[in-house]
């Protein structure tokens, strides 16, 4: 069964640029996680969705920063425009919801922005 | 916002020896109380959870203790290995389905 997968692996990209990461989550969750995880701040929950609607984007640090689910098998988070400090990893989860259910993780975006 | 304090930041265990690492919280929305593990380069999994019914789980060579009363939860890993070197981290559930992190303990194990 596959895990969540997430692309790209690794972004390079210069400071101002638009950059998507994706994310497929496992069929059949229906919540889906976006974190950044830092050596600064640890791992840090951004945006979470339930049944493809944005449930809590407390965590989105600024405006820049936009999610979307536009179906169950599908998500990208955007940085617009990107800065250095974005630099992090940045790891999309997904479970069925209840929970006590773990969150299977993705292995992760490295995003460094120059 | 919820704090999840974990300790030690890093561990250095001779093969064969205990691992323990510690996590307070404040609040959980939820009593669950999971670690997660993570090798470089990969996502965290969830290596093994409790619920407070019980003050300690067993799986293998890894043990959750839970103290309710004092807010606190650790992991043991018996006999390490060097394999068992990875980051760990505990979590707490806040509202809804969504878990705060501690900020993990980068273990190593030497030979």
């Known amino acids: 069964d596959a895990g969540v997968i997430q692309s790209p692996r690794h972004e390079v990209t210069e400071m101002g640029q638009e950059v998507t990461l994706r994310c497929k989550p496992i069929?059949?969750?229906?919540?889906l996680f976006w974190y950044r995880q830092t050596m600064m701040r640890g791992l840090e929950l951004l945006i979470y969705?339930?049944?493809?609607?944005?449930?809590?984007d407390s965590g989105m640090p600024e405006d820049r920063f936009s999610a979307k689910m536009p179906n169950a098998s599908f998500s990208t988070l955007k940085i617009q425009p990107s800065e250095p400090r974005d630099s992090a990893v940045y790891f999309c989860?997904?479970?069925?919801?209840?929970?006590?259910?773990?969150?299977?993780f993705g292995d992760g975006t490295r995003l460094s922005i120059l | 916002q919820q704090q999840v304090k974990q300790s030690p930041q890093s561990l250095i265990v001779q093969k064969g020896g205990i691992s323990i690492i510690n996590c307070a919280y404040e609040?959980?929305?939820?009593?669950?109380f999971p670690w997660y593990q993570q090798f470089p380069g990969k996502g965290p999994a969830l290596l093994i959870a409790?619920?407070?019914?019980?003050s300690e789980k067993k799986e293998g060579r890894f043990t959750i203790s839970f103290n309710k009363s004092a807010k606190q939860f650790s992991l043991h890993i018996m006999d390490s290995q060097p394999g068992d070197s990875a980051t760990y981290f505990c979590?707490?559930?806040?509202?809804?389905?969504?878990?705060?992190f501690g900020g993990g303990t980068r273990l190593m194990v030497k030979p």
């Open positions: 989860a997904s479970n069925r919801g209840r929970v006590s259910q773990p969150q299977h």
């Open positions: 069929s059949g969750h229906d919540y």
């Open positions: 969705f339930n049944n493809n609607v944005p449930i809590d």
């Open positions: 609040n959980t929305a939820f009593d669950y």
């Open positions: 409790i619920r407070p019914d019980v």
């Open positions: 979590a707490v559930f806040n509202a809804g389905n969504m878990l705060t």
